[in-house]
Nanobody
Framework: QVQVVESGGGLVQAGGSLNLSCAAS?????????MGWFRQSPGNQRELVAG???????DYPDSVKGRFTISRSNAKNTVNLQMNSLKPDDTAVYYC?????????????????WGQGTQVTVSS
């Protein structure tokens, strides 16, 4: 069993900042190779906000590059998203995804797991 839990969402004025956190936990986890943040607002498709591999490689879309920073602790299987200079169109539900490998002898299994999401609202 794997759990992915997000925290840190809230209401902030335009130009403000928020920090989101995500933790992956469960039995028999041997690696969390990827953790990423995605967002979805009404009428829009879910889109990548930021991603990071266990090796520290990061990926950002142009819409957030220079404003958002992702970081992780491999030892704790956690990831943070620092969001600065927030805009009203950043308003969305933000979801954490973790790619988790578990050992279930005699085999291992790798799957994507999603959190329930945390609301970010940016006002004018």
């Amino acid at each position: 069993q794997v759990q992915v839990v997000e925290s840190g969402g809230g209401l902030v004025q335009a130009g403000g900042s928020l920090n989101l956190s995500c933790a992956a936990s469960g039995s028999n986890i041997v690696e969390v190779s990827y953790m990423g943040w995605f967002r979805q607002s009404p009428g829009n498709q879910r889109e990548l906000v930021a991603g990071i591999t266990s090796g520290g490689f990061t990926d950002y879309p142009d819409s957030v590059k220079g404003r958002f920073t992702i970081s992780r602790s491999n030892a704790k299987n956690t990831v943070n998203l620092q969001m600065n200079s927030l805009k009203p169109d950043d308003t969305a539900v933000y979801y954490c995804k973790a790619t988790v490998t578990r050992v279930l002898p005699p085999s291992s299994y790798t799957h994507d797991y999603w959190g329930q999401g945390t609301q970010v609202t940016v006002s004018s």
